[in-house]
T-cell receptor, first 114, second 110 residues
Framework: DVKVTQSSRYLVKRTGEKVFLECVQD?????MFWYRQDPGLGLRLIYF???????EKGDIPEGYSVSREKKERFSLILESASTNQTSMYLC?????????????FGPGTRLLVL | GENVEQHPSTLSVQEGDSAVIKCTYS??????FPWYKQELGKRPQLIID?????GEKKDQRIAVTLNKTAKHFSLHITETQPEDSAVYFC?????????FGTGTRLQVFP
């Protein structure tokens, strides 16, 4: 059974703070993804990674960076949080490279930036 | 740019009726089309997917159809039940990632 976990379910931060969101998967998956989910906008891809130390920009990478030092862990970093980054953040993983396999999602982190 | 349009944004049906959600995509190279269901407060989970070499796929009460010429695909749920109430997302593959639709909130009334 695939398990994708995220470090926090809820997070409250102040504008300008550096924020780390952690995601861990236990199924030796190659691909990992970070999305943000906003009402009426669906799931939008921020960054993804298909291997350790590799990263690719998604559709909305501005204001974010990522780190993948180990295969099972993919971190999303908000260098200087802003109020427009208040959102639900979802991590996902999939077994093979390429966007054509099932993605398994974590439970999400609801981030509020004040 | 690449995008996936999804309609309707909300859908209310009576228990036992059918529900249909439609998506269109822009990239003719897309060849994988999954559907995810997200119940309230839960994570999205894959419910069915279809690849471009197939026109239709069924799994019990749910089915997906694909028209590659018209670049659209649809989710069909028959004999809806209250537990089908959720937000449904379609997606289309673009090279090595998925582009998601904006979601459809389905409400099934008993």
């Amino acid at each position: 059974d695939v398990k994708v976990t995220q470090s926090s379910r809820y997070l409250v931060k102040r504008t300008g703070e550096k924020v780390f969101l952690e995601c861990v998967q236990d199924m030796d998956h190659e691909n990992m993804f970070w999305y943000r989910q906003d009402p009426g906008l669906g799931l939008r891809l921020i960054y993804f990674s298909y291997d350790v130390k590799m990263k690719e920009k998604g559709d909305i990478p501005e204001g974010y960076s990522v780190s993948r030092e180990k295969k099972e862990r993919f971190s999303l970093i908000l260098e200087s949080a802003s109020t427009n980054q208040t959102s639900m953040y979802l991590c996902a993983s999939s077994p093979l490279q390429g966007g054509q396999e099932t993605q398994y999602f974590g439970p999400g982190t609801r981030l509020l930036v004040l | 740019g690449e995008n996936v349009e999804q309609h309707p944004s909300t859908l209310s049906v009576q228990e036992g009726d059918s529900a249909v959600i439609k998506c269109t995509y822009s990239d003719s190279a897309s060849n994988y089309f999954p559907w995810y269901k997200q119940e309230l407060g839960k994570r999205p989970q894959l419910i069915i997917d279809i690849r471009s070499n197939v026109g239709e796929k069924k799994d019990q009460r749910i089915a997906v159809t694909l028209n590659k010429t018209a670049k659209h695909f649809s989710l069909h749920i028959t004999e809806t039940q209250p537990e089908d109430s959720a937000v449904y997302f379609c997606a289309a593959s673009i090279t090595d990632k998925l582009i998601f639709g904006t979601g459809t909130r389905l409400q099934v009334f008993p």
